[in-house]
T-cell receptor, first 112, second 116 residues
Framework: GESVGLHLPTLSVQEGDNSIINCAYS??????FIWYKQESGKGPQFIID?????DKRQGQRVTVLLNKTVKHLSLQIAATQPGDSAVYFC???????????FGTGTRLKVLA | GAGVSQSPSNKVTEKGKDVELRCDPI?????LYWYRQSLGQGLEFLIY????????KSGLPSDRFSAERTGGSVSTLTIQRTQQEDSAVYLC??????????????FGPGTRLTVL
């Protein structure tokens, strides 16, 4: 299974810089994708989602990009803040099923 | 409530004891999931409830694990004769399950279970 915990890949960014977190998904039939943020000691928090009929979706300070050709998803965080420090992971699902496939998490560290 | 709630937030128990973990989903959400998150591991699917349908128990790791959902709302995950390897964070999620497409799962804060 995927690993979320001690041995996660880590991305360190300077406060104020933009962050890009990547996720490779596995199922070409997946048509729904979500990014979650998980702070230490808390449950995963929904950030943003995107359906397969789109290739870009923007939220507040966050943008999700979907490249179906290479099965790649990315989360961009603008002007990264200390409160953005957390583990981020993606999930994929598709119509007709209720189970998600959860991606490997990435730990984001924001340096002051 | 506004979100998924879980209780207790922390549970410390002795090996061999039974524990019950509770999940209160978002009002109106018909689908409810239990996951386990162990240190160094990703989210492990345990069980899924949808309305009055038979639950999908395919993820339960052993017959010591069981779950119920009463009245289509609150769910209880029970672990009998706990073992040290059961120590983990148990997460509950709910979704609207409109049936038209994949739905967003919203997670609770989790219950951290420690088996001594």
């Amino acid at each position: 299974g995927e690993s979320v915990g001690l041995h996660l890949p880590t991305l360190s960014v300077q406060e104020g810089d933009n962050s890009i977190i990547n996720c490779a998904y596995s199922n070409s039939a997946s048509d729904y994708f979500i990014w979650y943020k998980q702070e230490s000691g808390k449950g995963p928090q929904f950030i943003i989602d995107i359906r397969s009929n789109m290739d870009k979706r923007q939220g507040q300070r966050v943008t999700v990009l979907l490249n179906k050709t290479v099965k790649h998803l990315s989360l961009q965080i603008a002007a990264t803040q200390p409160g953005d420090s957390a583990v981020y992971f993606c999930a994929e699902g598709y119509s007709g099923t209720y189970k998600y496939i959860f991606g490997t998490g990435t730990r984001l560290k924001v340096l002051a | 409530g506004a979100g998924v709630s879980q209780s207790p937030s922390n549970k410390v128990t002795e090996k061999g004891k039974d524990v019950e973990l509770r999940c209160d989903p978002i009002s109106g959400h018909t689908a409810l999931y239990w996951y386990r998150q162990s240190l160094g591991q990703g989210l492990e699917f345990l069980i899924y409830f949808q309305g009055n349908s038979a639950p999908d128990k395919s993820g339960l790791p052993s017959d010591r694990f069981s779950a119920e959902r009463t009245g289509g709302s609150v769910s209880t995950l029970t672990i009998q004769r706990t073992q040290q390897e059961d120590s983990a964070v148990y997460l509950c999620a709910s979704s609207l399950a409109s049936g038209r497409s994949a739905d967003t799962q919203y997670f609770g804060p989790g219950t951290r279970l420690t088996v001594l």
